[in-house]
């Protein structure tokens, strides 16, 4: 299971360094522990126009990045920027694509035995805003782990494909992993990188890239946690592992009886397997979340526009520096955490064990991310749209859902949560809530006591929606029936459930048969 795999070893130690302009690429080899990367330095190249690249870990920004936890006393505490600026930086490597057997070409894979490692990002190198741009493309396919859940085996064979559920484009790629040579004669398969998580195969076999993605992350936890059970002579004793696995990435013992830890030590192998098997492509017990209480993926197109990232509006976006820190922090650093007295890895690691991007791939990576844009919409505007932003208007969407972003920015506090006249963010803060599951919100470590507002603009190829992705499409969405306690979710079923009602968020659900599809249909062209 991937939560298992995330630890890091160096081939080298990197100094502390102050930056704030472009200086030459890092020259350090890293091993990550399922493989050995080896590879060249650099090639030499004339010295990159200077450029203002935000201080990534800068403790005054870092200090305020966040947005209070519901309890406030045990929001995390992050090391200082010394710390930081000793982790190893992360060396990255030309990748090739992956495809489906049936379109994979001839020898391919014995062509990338035969090729040198490539170092494929050198910030020397990069002049224009066109070169930064492409260079975080190729850092949103970096991968933190090479090898683990998923092996180069099973991505060749023709009959895993049903199993996994993973989908395929059209010319046969399978988007969510690259090859990459770490050293020549060897392939590896590189996996959990941006790209896993934020693309997009749509049922015409397209890809979006950016987008809510669509990787079954936790149907193939599932299944592998299943094989081992079938395997294990000891069940009682995976059983024991596998739940102390779980509270790196899940617990906070500071929720008491809401501590998921705390539900899965009464819960059986089966129960495990099942909370994961109930997560659908389109949602995730990401890091800090939980089984229990999964998150919708978000959309990164658009993300420039957004004030706060996380559904719980979790951490603050005041600058592109901002989201270079949360890309930081999310593709490594929460293991160094402190919550009050809880840190997730168990203790603070030291920090040459570790690895990190450096401060001009983050900022390549965000002003990527800055420049993505939605795919053409086949959703043509016309008589049934036009009424459907009538009944948008009318039935006052836009006061949360405001054009022409289609959100307020806003945060919303749930039920069972009062943030005060003094909150930090009052001047954000809607003064009600819209009645949704507060679980996210309050039982996990990413729980604010808020949800974010978030943007209606395209909806027409994201799904499942609701902050857990408990719904498939907008009709069920606009389905009064989700109310009902013997629903039957068509997102995100709920921990051990059949049923159960999707709460909160009733706007729209009294307009006529007439009125929905319109409002649907104007929603679809956004």
């Given amino acids: 299971m991937i939560r298992s795999f ?3 070893r160096v081939s080298a130690r990197v100094p502390s360094r102050a930056f704030s302009v472009v200086v030459a690429g890092s020259t350090c080899c890293l091993l990550f522990q399922s493989c050995s990367a080896a590879g060249p330095a650099p090639t030499a190249a004339p010295a990159a126009a200077a450029v203002e690249i935000p201080r990534t870990w800068d403790d005054e920004q870092i200090a305020s990045l966040e947005v209070p936890l519901a309890q406030g006393e045990h929001s995390p505490h992050r090391e200082g920027s010394d710390y930081y600026y000793r982790i190893p930086v992360r060396q990255i490597f030309k990748s090739y694509p992956v495809y489906h057997p049936d379109h994979e070409p001839p020898g391919y894979i014995e062509h990338l035995q035969s090729l040198e490692p490539e170092i494929a990002f050198d910030a020397t190198r990069l002049h224009t805003e066109d070169d930064w741009i492409q260079a975080g493309e190729v850092v949103f396919s970096v991968p933190i782990t090479y090898d683990t859940l998923v092996k180069i085996e099973n991505v060749r064979d023709r009959s895993w494909y049903g199993t996994s559920r993973v989908p395929v484009t059209t010319d046969g790629e399978v988007p969510f992993f690259r090859y990459f040579v770490l050293e020549k004669g060897t392939v590896s398969l590189g996996q959990f990188s941006c790209a896993t998580c934020h693309t997009r195969v749509m049922p015409d076999g397209s890809k979006i890239v950016g987008a809510q993605g669509n990787f079954p992350l936790d149907h ?3 299944v ?5 059970a079938e395997r294990t002579k000891d069940p009682e004793a995976l059983l024991e592992r596998y739940r102390r696995s779980l509270i790196t990435p899940y617990g906070a013992p500071w929720l008491g009886e809401n501590d998921p830890s705390a539900h899965y030590n009464q819960m059986s192998l089966q129960d495990l397997v099942a909370l994961q098997e109930a997560i659908p492509p389109g949602v995730h017990a990401r890091f800090g979340t939980s089984t229990l209480n999964p998150v919708q993926i978000p959309d990164l197109i658009g993300v420039r526009d957004r004030h706060y990232l996380d559904r719980t509006g979790l951490m603050k ?3 592109i520096g901002d989201l270079m820190r949360y890309a930081a922090i999310n593709q490594g650093l929460f293991y160094v955490d402190h919550y009050s007295d809880f840190t997730p890895a168990g203790r603070l690691l030291e920090p040459e064990t570790m690895e990190r991007y450096s401060d001009e791939q983050l900022y390549a990576l965000a002003l990527y991310l800055y420049s993505l844009k939605p795919p053409p919409n086949p959703n043509a505007w016309g008589p049934q749209a036009a009424r459907g932003k009538e009944v948008f208007e009318q039935s006052g969407c836009w006061r949360c859902h405001t054009p022409p972003l289609y959100t307020s920015n806003k945060l919303t506090p749930v039920d069972g949560f009062d943030p005060g006249p003094d909150h930090p963010q009052s001047a954000d803060i809607l003064p009600y809530s819209v009645g949704t599951d507060p679980g996210l919100a309050l039982h996990t470590r990413r729980g604010t006591g808020f949800y974010k507002v978030p943007s209606l ?8 929606f609701e902050h857990s992705g408990s719904v498939a499409t907008l009709e069920d969405w606009f389905d009064p029936r989700r109310h009902d306690q013997d629903y039957v979710p068509t997102g995100y079923r709920g921990p051990l459930t059949t049923t159960r009602a999707v709460q909160g968020h009733p706007f729209g659900l009294d307009l006529s ?8 249909a104007f929603l679809r062209t956004l």
Avoid: Q, T
């Avoid at 592998?224 to 081992?228: G, I, N, Q, V």
């Avoid at 048969?513 to 649907?520: G, Q, R, S, Y």
């Fill in 224 to 228: 592998s946690l299943a094989r081992r």
């Fill in 317 to 319: 976006h005041r600058s």
């Fill in 457 to 464: 603009k395209g909806v027409w190829y994201r799904g499942p």
């Fill in 513 to 520: 048969a007439e009125d929905k599809a319109a409002l649907i």
């Fill in 220 to 222: 193939l936890d599932a």
């Fill in 6 to 8: 995330l630890s890091w």
